[in-house]
Every structure is written in structure tokens, then in C-alpha cells.
Nanobody, 129 residues
């Protein structure tokens, strides 16, 4: 059974940092682009970042550009989202998902939920003083 498991969420102060992890079970992430999304209460799921299968292409939402960094470690079968300069508006449940199936290694799908599949259960990030 293919599963993605997010971890690393928690409570952070404004201006603080967190690193989220997206680990795969039952398959290797090397074959897929990976996207990070978030959903705040009462809001639609929002694309945050993606990384291509090769790791050479990344994409960020304007709201996190310059503050968040996505990376992948093939040896650990894990994709990371390093979040810095956190703001209260970053508070949400964060999800990772598989994308770019059948596409080239440099392809990073648009940050739209319908472009991704096999979602994790999410990890809560709360930014508050």
C-alpha cells in the first residue's frame, strides 16, 4: 500500500522555523515530483511548493517564496520543507502529495491539488506567540 507520512509540525513563534518531512512507505519517491500543500480552517487547500523528480526544479507560492525551501533526500526516501520567518498566516495543516507521474525528471507540476495524487494525512503547523 502506497503511503505518505508527514511529520515535523508543531507550534512555532512568529519569525521561527520548522522543518517538515514527507516520508514514503511502500514505494520510492525517486520516481515522482512531490508537492507540499496547506489548508487552514475554512479555506481551500493551497499549493505551497513542489520539487521535481530530479530535484533540479522547484516551485514556490508567492506567499512563501524566499522563506520556505523544499529539498529531497533519495537515500532517506524523504522530501523536506524547511520553513523560516514563519508568520501567523502560515498556520495550517500541511500535506505532501505525489505528482508528475510519467513526466520528465525536471517537471514540477502546477501547485493545484488536482495535479497531485496519493496524499498524506497532514501535519499541523501553528504559528503563534
Amino acid at each position: 500500500q502506497l503511503q505518505l507520512v508527514e511529520s515535523g509540525g508543531g507550534l512555532a513563534q512568529p519569525g521561527g522555523s520548522l522543518r517538515l518531512s514527507c516520508a514514503a512507505s511502500g514505494f520510492t519517491l525517486d520516481y515522482y515530483a512531490i508537492g507540499w500543500f496547506r489548508q487552514a480552517p475554512g479555506k481551500e487547500r493551497e499549493g505551497v511548493s513542489c520539487i521535481s523528480r530530479s530535484g533540479l526544479t522547484t516551485r514556490y507560492a508567492d506567499s512563501v517564496e524566499g522563506r520556505f525551501t523544499i529539498s529531497r533526500d533519495g537515500a532517506k526516501n524523504t522530501v523536506y520543507l524547511h520553513m523560516t520567518s514563519l508568520k501567523p498566516e502560515d498556520t495550517a495543516v500541511y500535506y505532501c502529495a505525489v505528482g508528475g507521474i510519467g513526466k520528465s525528471g525536471s517537471y514540477c507540476p502546477p501547485l493545484l491539488p488536482q495535479e497531485y495524487d496519493t496524499w498524506g494525512q497532514g501535519t499541523q503547523v501553528t504559528v503563534s506567540s
